[in-house]
């Protein structure tokens, strides 16, 4: 425990003395001050890159999901690793969510000391500093789920359940992807088995993310793939069932399979992240009515960007790069020129090139984006520009922007 | 300037007392703080992912270009747009270089307002909104220098630099890659001399970047590129030089032709960048000395992953994907594990394939990595931790963060 006295040594010595000095002038809380005047004014007068968001079309899909879902017995529990912004997280609370889910400790401690209070976290706290601050943080907010994976962490939940003087609420993430999860059938049985015997733990069920799938072309091709994908998960759901464990959190699925999930036996609530803004890669994959392009949500998220040179025929160059849009693919389209091309690939640059325009771009000319993946790009902000009617009504802070840990 | 108003209404109908009340609770300072407690600790102990910078080996690399150019009468203006952090720019000027460069006007901000006295922002100011801040900025910071590449900004920093009662320092931007600046020759000259002709305006000489060039392969093939790309921009010098314009300065490469813009006649100062941390593009691409990997910096920059999955034979999976380490290629390098491919494609998750490893790696180990490209990896964190001989000597605070404006 020799953490305070580095500190304080460190604070004695001033040998940083740099860097305390470069503490208190900027910050990102003066970002957001500044953010704030820009209320009120009409989009285009903002500064760029912006990273901006249709409140009326955002709000129309968050409705649009519970329409979608009613009657069928899933609930919704999105995953606010797409936006990493309390606000928002409490819309969708409201719109009612059953809670939402995390995929980091870091993430899930902003969302629980902002006003979230049933939040559980797909991602597996794997070494002892982050189980002990899980378990702190389960102390405090009877809200937080953890998901486990593997028996050994299992104990050190137990562990630091008991410790901390608690029962902590657990779900069991089971691997569909090769990414994640305990293997399904035995192995996740003696798992949740395990689990459920632990005296400071209390097993609350199931995960499972076809993360794979989401993105999968054509709505009867990705049904069927998600369908497959699922069958040893139903399959091990059943098994657990049939031993007598208590199933009811049985979670997974996202915004390319949420029309499909009611279709698995047991299934309790969908993961659904990007429906709110909806990008280019989910655009492409088509819908359930529309096979060309997925509508079943609005495009509400957009980055506004400014055209900076104009030298050479068919070619502008705007002030977005990859620091303002990822390098992620499909490429960002440009609303309302279907011809241009956009590349990101330059970090502080776009490049667009095109053979027809709508009109003769001049330097100073904005564009609107929409963005190529919804998560990545979000997390490169600190804050959102809520639009409604063309103009900026408010600020929506994304507080967990970095909190990948 | 309905601004006061509309924020006044804000504020007063509390419309949206969501994003109020999400203000003051989690902010970026507390993550600071919260790292400050890490200082002291072995690195082997933080919680990850973590931004790590090696500061033997960076302090090697600050001191490493200058002894490099030392007698060539090439000056060091490094670029701050790779690690936006007011501290590390601190240092660069106390090694000895003559200044600064910044991409954007939000960056060179942060630098001027936290004590970087000499900044030459090599990206164009379009809109009025941004020439006008400028030129604010200009009249608090006479170190502050601004590049123009077209005739119409060059007539609005003069209407800028007016109102504002100040004469500006201004540099003209030269097009090398079809990006940014304008065409050499002719329209370059012209443009100089409008700036040099405007009352409220002191032509200072000017800046062309090859960006293109930077990562070719092979120190000789390199070097034939950059010197072909430069004619175009050497003849305008030469012209501009004829025409008795103030050459003070001519500004350009990086640290991939940091030892090659000697041969320029009249360069003055080298705008590298990357020579700091370097990353897995620049390793590739060949060095004078070493062909197969350019060892004339050493890598100093590394990204701590852990692994949390290991379910099935030459698979492993950490904690790092996207929105640790980006999409840039080439892939993260695991470091003592050439045989690992890294694919950081998630965004919340590392997939490494393998055939070979050096030891059987269990859920929890740890892993360092060399990171694709530094500047956007860098873009994505807080802070760095400084590393001393494995242990946490500083917290290096990355103010400018996101200021893609």
New interface residues.
Partial sequence: M??????R??LRTG??A??A???P?????LT?DVA??????SKW?L????LCVDLEKMERNLNAVHEALKGTGVAVRPHV?THKC??IA??QVTAGAVGVCT??L?ES??ML???ISNVLMT??N??K??VQKAMALRKKYRGFIQAT??P??ARDLQDAAKAAGITADVVVDI?VM??????AGAPALALAQMVDKMPNLKFRGILAYD?GVQHVMGFQNRRAKALKNFEPIVSTYEKMKAAGLNMEIFSGGGTGTYNMVKEFPGFTDVQVGSYLFMDCQYIEIGGEKNEKAYDDFTPSLTVLA????N??PG?L?T??G???L???RPSPFVIGEPGFAYAAG????G?ITFENASKVYK??DMLELIVP?C??VI????FMY?IRNGKV?????I?A??K??
Avoid at 178 to 183: A, E, H, N, P, T
Avoid at 393 to 397: A, G
Wanted: no cysteine.
């Fill in positions: 020799s953490q305070p006295l580095d500190r040594k460190f040998a940083l740099g860097v000095g470069f503490l002038r900027s910050s990102p809380a957001l704030l005047s820009d209320i009120g004014k007068d500064d760029t890159p912006a690793k309390p606000a409490k819309m995929a980091k870091s401690e902003i000391n902002n006003g991602g597996v794997i070494s500093a982050k994976d593997n050994q962490n691997d090769k990414r994640s999860g305990v293997i993360g400014t055209i900076i040179n030298n050479y070619r160059i002030d977005s990859t620091k303002a990822t390098l992620n330059s970090d502080e640059y490049t330097v100073g993946h998560d990545p997390n490169l902000y600190d809520g009504e408010t600020i929506l802070p507080l922007r970095g990948s840990q």
